[in-house]
T-cell receptor
Framework: DTEVTQTPKHLVMGMTNKKSLKCEQH?????MYWYKQKAKKPPELMFV???????INESVPSRFSPECPNSSLLNLHLHALQPEDSALYLC?????????????FGPGTRLTVT | EDQVTQSPEALRLQEGESSSLNCSYT??????LFWYRQDPGKGPEFLFT?????EEKEKERLKATLTKKESFLHITAPKPEDSATYLC?????????????WGLGTSLAVNP
């Protein structure tokens, strides 16, 4: 089963709100990723977790806060976002972080910041 | 600097009209090249991984090939349901090898 699930599918939030995006995989993968994707652009890496530890932060603003409670779950906590943060947020997982292993993506959360 | 270029940007085919999409790359050392398909508003769907020049992989109407400088995604007798954006990404030997370098994609439309 190569499935990554994400909730919610859609999210509309004001600039003062706090919300969280959730991601889950049951493939036994030990690497999980958050990406941001704008229209007609490829996914842009935000964070990488390897064995539940944050291994890459691509200089993402602190209003995005990732969390990996266990090997199957990944959260992205959102606070005080800006309208330009509106995008499709994608979660992905791979067997391990690094070489050779393809990443499997979830369906994404469409985030609109008003 | 590592770079991935996909061409054409957009392609419109008639059903049954075979064609190829190109992904050319410049990296210090290739660890893997990945093809994904993405439907509007959805996450990318993994298609193929290629590791070394000369390698080929097939899945239904799709066949991916790899040379030392580029990869082709051949679509044989496409159907309307093959309409999507096809993304190519590479992983290199140097530096941060956990990060994929993405092309901008080819938007494919197959008319019935």
């Amino acid at each position: 089963d190569t499935e990554v699930t994400q909730t919610p599918k859609h999210l509309v939030m004001g600039m003062t709100n706090k919300k969280s995006l959730k991601c889950e995989q049951h493939m036994g993968h030990r690497a999980m990723y958050w990406y941001k994707q704008k229209a007609k652009k490829p996914p842009e890496l935000m964070f990488v977790y390897s064995y539940e530890k944050l291994s890459i932060n691509e200089s993402v603003p602190s209003r995005f806060s990732p969390e990996c409670p266990n090997s199957s779950l990944l959260n992205l906590h959102l606070h005080a976002l800006q309208p330009e943060d509106s995008a499709l947020y994608l979660c992905a997982s791979s067997q391990v972080a690094g070489v050779y292993y393809e990443q499997y993506f979830g369906p994404g959360t469409r985030l609109t910041v008003t | 600097e590592d770079q991935v270029t996909q061409s054409p940007e957009a392609l419109r085919l008639q059903e049954g009209e075979s064609s190829s999409l190109n992904c050319s790359y410049t990296v210090s050392g290739l660890r893997g090249l990945f093809w994904y398909r993405q439907d509007p508003g959805k996450g990318p769907e993994f298609l193929f991984t290629l590791y070394s020049a000369g390698e080929e992989k097939e899945k239904e109407r799709l066949k991916a090939t790899l040379t030392k400088k580029e990869s082709f995604l051949h679509i044989t007798a496409p159907k309307p349901e093959d309409s999507a954006t096809y993304l190519c990404a590479v992983q290199d030997n140097a530096g941060n090898n956990r990060k994929l370098i993405w092309g901008l994609g080819t938007s494919l439309a197959v008319n019935p």
